[in-house]
């Protein structure tokens, strides 16, 4: 009896320590305080800007994942793979998002100039406080209120 509670105390540590090794998507707190909804309120490029206070288009940070969603339908709601590393934000393999027939690999920018973006791949730094954000690239400048 005692030789049979050892085994199942030891196999219990055992898958104990396996579980505590793993995780999902990577490190869970990859978005650090950028995780969350973000309204997009306000895009600047250059001489150019478009407001959207009175849009609904958001940016949510899960894991290494960015969902760009344009909560209207109008358009296409793209799935950015993200690397957060101090105030530099990088995002990079963007998707079309979509549930229902899989998500489509983008082989070019168009669906991402709605969201302010120019190219499949960019930087941006990171200008932070509680409830505002700035993303800034060499391109455009981003402006969102925490949602």
Request: charged share 25%; glycine share 6%; hydrophobic share 40%.
């Amino acid at each position: 009896m005692k030789i049979r509670n050892i085994q199942i105390l030891l196999l219990s540590l055992v898958a104990l320590f396996c579980f505590s090794a793993c995780s999902l998507e990577g490190d869970g707190t990859a978005a650090g305080d950028l995780a969350g909804m973000w309204k997009c309120v306000y895009i600047e490029k250059g001489a150019q800007s478009v407001e959207l206070k009175d849009k609904k288009v958001f940016w949510s940070f899960q894991g290494k994942l960015l969902l760009l969603e344009d909560k209207t339908g109008a358009h296409s709601w793209i799935l950015y793979h993200f690397n957060k590393k101090g105030n530099t934000l990088e995002l990079r393999e963007p998707y079309r998002y979509d549930r229902e027939n899989g998500d489509e690999p983008l082989t070019e920018p168009s669906l991402l100039a709605f969201y302010g973006i120019d190219d499949m791949a960019v930087t941006f730094t990171i200008q932070q406080s509680e409830n505002t954000m700035e993303l800034v690239s060499n391109k455009v400048t981003l402006h969102f209120k925490k949602f």
